[in-house]
Every structure is written in structure tokens, then in C-alpha cells.
């Protein structure tokens, strides 16, 4: 028995693993580092790791053998400046988002410690920026997800109440943000995390990626 619809005014969008597949971006940003370092560069799931890790404040110790601090100062560096190049929409995410703004008001809420001007452009090179009318980043709040500080900005800015809202994300600290706030929450399988891991943080859905949303939210 599947749980009923979910009726929404607004939804609020994880950027990264969300609408655009980052993944060769963090590959990428990991390789040019470690190899700046002179240092080992394991496999491409340990690379994955990396970015999971750090969302969640634990160590990478383990996959970066010396020199942390250089390594996550070059890291973040190089990822921000070749997302742009590197990164690509998730399937189907124009059509989705067409559907869906005629039904709620659009948001994106990221990680990225990016001016949000720097964030419209990325998307707008895949014509999805006319989507949102708002994008809050790690720049706009004092406390990044988990905390529900970038959410309740969004929905400010949206001009609607928590509890009319969804977070989508493929993170499991979206769906602690969304908790935290008060909104219903919606995890993805298009980004890093594993079904276990986000069924784990007991979403209210959880679906592949967000050409599913139309067939859950009213």
C-alpha cells in the first residue's frame, strides 16, 4: 500500500546528486588534488567517499594518507571551479521541473559555498534556472544542513509555511534538515548515498531520482 500524495506549495531541491549529476566533478577534484600532493590515488568509490564524508563531519583518514588540511583546501577549491564543466542534469530534469512548477513554488538549498549568482549561472547553462525563484547557499546561512537554517530561509523567500513544504535530496543530512524544519522530506537515489543509507533516515518517499516527484506530490 503505497501512503498517500503528498500536497505541497513548495519545493525545496538538494543541487548536487539532486539535479545535477556531480559525480565526475568530485572524481575529478579528488584526482587533480591528490595528485598535486604526490600522493596515492585509490580506487573511484573511495573518491565517492570523500565528499560523503565530509557532508557528514567524519574523517577521510583512511583515504587520504598525509597532508588532510592541503588536500581539503585543494579540493574544495578545484571542485568549485570545474562543477561548471563538469557536472550534468539528472535525467529527465527539465520536463520534471516544468511539471512541478506549475503545481509549487521552486527552490534550491546547497552546500556549496558559492555566491548564488555563481549557482543561477551553472544552471542556467541547462536552461534550468527559470525553475527557481529562489537558491539559498552554505554563503546565506551560519549553519549548514543539517540544521534547518538554509530551509526555513527558502521558505521565507517562497512566501509559504514549513509544513506546505518538501525537501528533496539525495543525502540523508537533507532528510535530517527537513526533519528538523518540519517539512515533509523526499530522498533520491541518484546521488551517493545507497537505498540502506537513506532508508535508514526514514524519509516520508524515497525514489530513484525526481522524474518520480510528479507521481508523489500533488
Wanted: hydrophobic share 45%; proline share 6%.
Amino acid at each position: 500500500m503505497h501512503p498517500p500524495k503528498l500536497n505541497v506549495k513548495g519545493i525545496m531541491f538538494d543541487l548536487d546528486g539532486t539535479i545535477l549529476d556531480t559525480k565526475p566533478a568530485y572524481i575529478e577534484a579528488a584526482r587533480i588534488a591528490l595528485q598535486t600532493l604526490g600522493l596515492k590515488i585509490p580506487e573511484t568509490a573511495k573518491l565517492l567517499e570523500i565528499p560523503k564524508r565530509l557532508e557528514q563531519k567524519q574523517p577521510i583518514s583512511d583515504i587520504v594518507q598525509r597532508g588532510t588540511k592541503d588536500f581539503l583546501d585543494l579540493y574544495l577549491k578545484t571542485f568549485y571551479r570545474i562543477a561548471a564543466s563538469q557536472t550534468k542534469p539528472v535525467p529527465c530534469v527539465t520536463e520534471t521541473l516544468e511539471t512541478l512548477s506549475k503545481k509549487a513554488k521552486l527552490a534550491v538549498i546547497t552546500m556549496r559555498f558559492m555566491p548564488k549568482e555563481l549557482i543561477a549561472s551553472e544552471l542556467k547553462q541547462f536552461n534550468l534556472d527559470k525553475y527557481f525563484a529562489h537558491i539559498v547557499t552554505a554563503l546565506d546561512t551560519a549553519k549548514p544542513k543539517p540544521s534547518p537554517e538554509a530551509l526555513i530561509k527558502a521558505v521565507a523567500a517562497m512566501d509559504v509555511q514549513m509544513c506546505e513544504c518538501v525537501i528533496v535530496g539525495d543525502s540523508v543530512i537533507d532528510v535530517a534538515a527537513g526533519k528538523a524544519a518540519g517539512a515533509k522530506t523526499v530522498a533520491v537515489l541518484s546521488g551517493l548515498y545507497t537505498r540502506e543509507e537513506l532508508s535508514k533516515a526514514k524519509p516520508d518517499f524515497l525514489v530513484d531520482d525526481i522524474a518520480k516527484l510528479p507521481e508523489i506530490l500533488e
